[in-house]
């Protein structure tokens, strides 16, 4: 560890959790801007800890969404995530109300002819489902009788629609439901995209790691000051692509472990004083992640010292 | 603030399409264009409030010249307003000036209530003025339209009809906006002007010393022209009792008396 002089003042270690533009993300989301765009369904796959939800979300902020005084409501991107609490349809009909704000009650048969409403009203063009693995054959009903109601007169709008899943492997949830022979599904798998209907979006590369490791450099250059983590690359990649780490040996590191690996490290490394991160201290986090993962650790005292109060003498 | 990004977290805190209220227009009239604006029927905006701020003890027709602030309070925050844009919305700052307290009641502007709308302001757009709920107003300052408390149907109409279209009666369904436009006749200008003259003066400037000089003024008015003493004359304003302010200008003006007369000489 590069050594550095002690530094009295030197503040907490500060998080950088802003939006990366990784390569994931860049693939991400251009399948949910070509969706927007063209109005076309997919089903969108990647492992967990890829980034799908922080792609989502830094999507749906530069959509332009936006509500005015004026009574006037935009709302391009309708993103929600899939319900948990309730297999039935009108658990994702409230989900989908609750993004457009604060709605009153109403009965299951009014909030589905509200929801049409409000879709065309707010010139809804796309609909992202997050966590589409969660979703119920109910749900899916229900997404494809308020996208055809929509798409009828006197609307006559096409939306967009991307199912957005956290899978393992390869198997892409609903495929084989899709593929089945009723007709609700047939009708449904017929409204998806011709070309790219079912998508799976793989994680980091090795030299994509190194580009994201450039990021870190300059995003925490300020507290590090000679931080070079991008020579770490090969080896960052070879820890997180451990089969403990990559259970799917998909030979791709996921953003989650790579900021997880790469926060931990920094933090400690600025905590005992260094201006940069050694080998040694990466191993460290490292092995935490992969051979300690599971560890229990007991905590027999209070993690906080409380300060020495004065005592009153009896 | 003029436009709310999904960026911020009130996004999901307000109502799906904010309103605001327009210039002289009655708090009903906001609810209903919230309504409207939102795509619900007519009086949700009002049910949710009433059941966010459990306050469920108004009567089935509320006036809502005066409105409780845990009410007021839930509405800015929904169309991410300022409270005081929908205070103004109401008549609670100038019946609480007029009267000298801090909690006036909506009776105080009158005792009977008639709920009465411009088809033209409703057409146009989709307002429901405060000062045309003046007592015995018969007919819109801007427009000079006969003010409407019918439908075309015979059904009185009501701010909030529960399961219809907003600015719509709830019998036949038609839209205020569309019913019948008459002008006002030519005698009536004045009586309506003297009306606005008074509540524009008390509103505006009135305080409980006022109210009482334009009472006294009233009480010598009627003796003078009846030429009866106090205690004969059959409809004297009393002493020292709370009056509504639709009751003293409705007196007034049909006592004759001018506007100029009240003036205090202070």
Not at chain 1, 232 to 259: C, E, Q, Y
Not at chain 1, 274 to 299: G, P
Not at chain 2, 212 to 234: D, G, Q, T, V
Request: one cysteine or more.
């Amino acid at each position: 560890m590069t050594p550095h002089p002690p530094e009295h003042h030197r503040g907490a270690f500060v998080v950088q959790d802003d939006f990366l533009e990784t390569a994931f993300e860049r693939r991400f989301q251009g399948l949910l801007r070509h969706a927007w765009l063209n109005r076309s369904w997919h089903i969108i796959a990647a492992i967990p800890g890829s980034g799908k939800s922080w792609g989502i979300g830094d999507l749906v902020l530069h959509s332009g969404a936006c509500k005015r005084e004026t009574g006037i409501t935009r709302l391009p991107l309708l993103a929600i995530r899939a319900p948990t609490n309730s297999a039935r349809e009108l658990a994702l009909g409230m989900a989908l109300a609750a993004a457009f704000g604060i709605v009153p009650r109403m009965t299951g048969a009014a909030l589905r002819v509200w929801l049409v409403q409000e879709m065309a009203r707010d010139e809804v063009e796309c609909l992202l489902i997050d966590d589409a693995q969660e979703l119920t054959l109910d749900h899916l009903a229900l997404l494809k009788e308020l996208t055809d109601n929509l798409a009828a007169p006197p609307y006559q709008r096409q939306v967009g629609l991307c199912l957005v899943a956290a899978v393992s492997g390869t198997v892409i949830p609903f495929r084989e439901v899709l593929a089945g022979p009723e007709i609700r599904w047939r009708q449904f798998r017929r409204r998806m995209d011709t070309e790219h209907p079912y998508h799976l979006v793989p994680g980091h590369t090795e030299e994509e790691v190194g580009e994201i490791l450039t990021t870190f450099e300059d995003l925490y250059r300020s507290q590090l000051a000679s931080l070079q983590l991008r020579r770490w690359a090969k080896t960052i990649f070879t820890w997180l692509t451990n089969p403990i780490l990559d259970p799917d040996a998909t030979g791709r590191v996921t953003m989650d472990h790579l900021s997880r690996l790469v926060t931990s490290s920094l933090r400690r490394a600025y905590e005992q004083g260094a201006i940069d991160v050694d080998a040694t201290t990466l191993q460290e986090v490292a092995d935490l992640m992969i051979l300690r993962r599971d560890e229990i650790t007991y905590l027999d005292e209070s993690p906080f010292q409380e300060p020495d109060l004065p005592r009153e003498v009896s | 603030m003029q436009g709310l990004s999904q960026v911020n977290p009130v996004w999901m805190r307000t109502f799906p399409h904010r309103v605001a209220p327009m210039n002289d227009e009655w708090f009903p009239g906001v609810l209903l264009r919230c309504d409207e604006a939102n795509g619900w029927s007519s009086g949700t905006t009002f049910r949710y409030l009433r059941q966010h701020a459990k306050l469920e003890r108004f009567g089935p027709k509320p006036r809502l010249m005066i409105v409780p602030a845990a009410i007021l309070e839930a509405l800015a925050q929904f169309l991410l307003i300022p409270e005081e844009r929908l205070f103004a919305t109401t008549y609670h700052a100038e019946l609480a000036r007029l009267y000298g307290t801090h909690h006036p009641h909506g009776r105080l502007l009158s005792t009977q209530f008639t709920f009465h709308l411009c088809p033209a302001c409703v057409a146009h757009t989709r307002l429901l003025k405060r000062t045309l709920m003046w007592p015995h107003l018969q007919f819109c300052p801007l427009h000079r339209m006969e003010l409407r408390n019918t439908c075309q149907c015979g059904v009185a109409l009501w701010p909030f009809s529960g399961k219809g279209s907003p600015f719509t009666c709830f019998a036949c369904g038609l839209d205020w906006g569309s019913l019948p436009q008459r002008h006002i006749p030519r005698r009536s200008l004045g009586r309506e002007r003297q009306l606005g003259l008074f509540y524009d003066y008390f509103l505006v400037e009135g305080t409980p010393k006022r109210m009482e000089y334009a009472a006294e003024i009233l009480r010598r008015h009627e003796k003078e022209e009846s030429m009866l003493s106090w205690n004969e004359h059959p409809e004297v304003i009393p002493y020292r009792k709370k009056f509504s302010l639709g009751y003293l200008v409705g007196r007034l003006v049909q006592a004759g008396v001018s506007p100029r007369d009240i003036l205090p000489y202070w």
